[in-house]
């Protein structure tokens, strides 16, 4: 079967995929395909269905800047409404005609000969001039390295692919994890429940929401004077910068947020052996700080138990934590997150040696930008290494990256060039600087083991500066990064 063609085929239809999808219309440049894998756009917002499911960043911040939303119900929206919001985009975007949804990338191989991405997919083959990656850190579920995990003969599920036929009523259920999903899933079905064992590896310091609803009058005015909602979005990104100063400048800072997060738990927690176990014992900032009013409350209700050790292992109706003791469950719910700093996108991806992207990484992810690596010639990827924030909204740096992308794709068909790939010099010292930056910060200095973290024990997952200096760097497009070539294709490329 011919392999159809694209110049630019786009992975997947969330934020990334569909907000460069805009950008391009933008350039009046319409030769281009967004594949997503599910049967709707929306990314991590449309698989994430559990109870309780919503974004940990205001709704102002968290949405494209220049697609302002002023009928966000709540200050943090919940997941259906982030999910419509995306759709609503789509429509509006036109980008309708351009999105093949229920197709999945098996693997794709550049072809040096051709000059071409070959791409196979679910649907068939595809050639293209540009690939991008647009499949975001949150997407293949993680599961602990644990003996029986097979074996379980009752219900199994991830947070991230919640089992709504799964009745949870009276049922014995084990939590596994206790970071930013189990932390909103864990109120929601404490008292649905029968009994429920929550398996903390680590306790994560939690911060008082300030969640509320957004009122009718504050949405009428959002519709009448957009400028209003623009400013709503100033404040919100100034006040989640000024934590850089914390997490990089002056660590010690932290001490002050974890004197107010100690507070918020003893306001709730009047058992002190309970509060021993809930106090982390790193730096606040080193792992993800979550916002919650109802995570304390739900460990104390009476069919809650906190179970301060991490998982051993899993027997047919049981499973068994560190301290040994195996307790009779119905359910397993993992709340472990997911394949951040390992990339599994980067299996299925050979550049110009043949390596894929994972050997040519050999555990420790790196990028230009976070979106180009070399040897991988006219490949861009969204929120790759070290782009990761642990304050803010991650919508500002995939804008970030938009214009970095698009200012690629517009050297290449301005100059008529085949190929482009940044240079190694040019990668090389922006990791470096990327690395001196995190070495003082509270992620390297604050005592605890996180997902951020690669293989190799290297942070290739956060951005250690001010995000408008990321964003400046990216929007700002430098020919000298990047070598433009212009050789002919050695045999026909397929149509």
Known sequence: MTARHTKVLIVGGGFSGIGLGHRLLQERFKDFVILERSDRVGGVWNTNTYPGCQCDVP?????????????????????????????????????????????EVI?????????????????????????????????????????????????????????HDVDLTGKRVA???TGASAIQYVPQIADQVGELYVYQRSAPWIMPHDQRDITDEERAEFRRNPKAQRRERDKVYLSKEALILGFVKQPRIMSLLEKLSTKHMESQVADPELRSLLTPDFTLGCKRILPSNTWYPALQKPNVTVIPHALKEIHERSVVGSDGVEREVDVIIFGTGFHVADIPFG???????????????????????????????????????????GHSSMIYMIEAQIEHITGAIRAMDTT?????EVEQDTHDRYNAKIDKKMAGTVWERGGCTTFYQDANGRNATIYPDWTFRFRRDAAKWEPDAYRLGFAAPQVEAAA
């Open 175 to 177: 939590s596994i994890g």
């Open 107 to 163: 693997r794709a191989a550049w072809n040096d000969g051709i000059l071409l991405w070959e791409v196979e997919t679910t649907e068939g083959a595809w050639t293209t001039q540009i690939l991008v990656g647009a499949v975001g850190p949150l997407t293949e579920p993680k599961l602990p390295d644990v003996p029986g995990i097979g074996a379980f003969e009752g219900e199994v599920m991830h947070s991230s692919r919640w089992n």
């Open 59 to 103: 709704s102002h911040l968290y949405s494209f800047s220049f697609a302002p939303n002023p009928e966000w119900t709540r200050m943090y929206s919940p997941q259906p409404e982030i999910r419509d919001y995306l759709q609503s985009c789509v429509e509006s975007f036109g980008l309708t005609p351009y999105i093949r949804t229920g197709v």
């Open 347 to 389: 299996d299925q991806l050979r550049g110009r040696t043949g390596e894929t992207l994972s050997e040519h990484w050999k555990g420790s992810p790196r990028a230009y930008l976070g979106a180009s690596i070399p040897k991988f010639p006219n490949y861009f990827m969204f929120l790759g290494p070290n782009t990761g924030l």
């Open 416 to 420: 008529g060039a085949t190929t482009i």
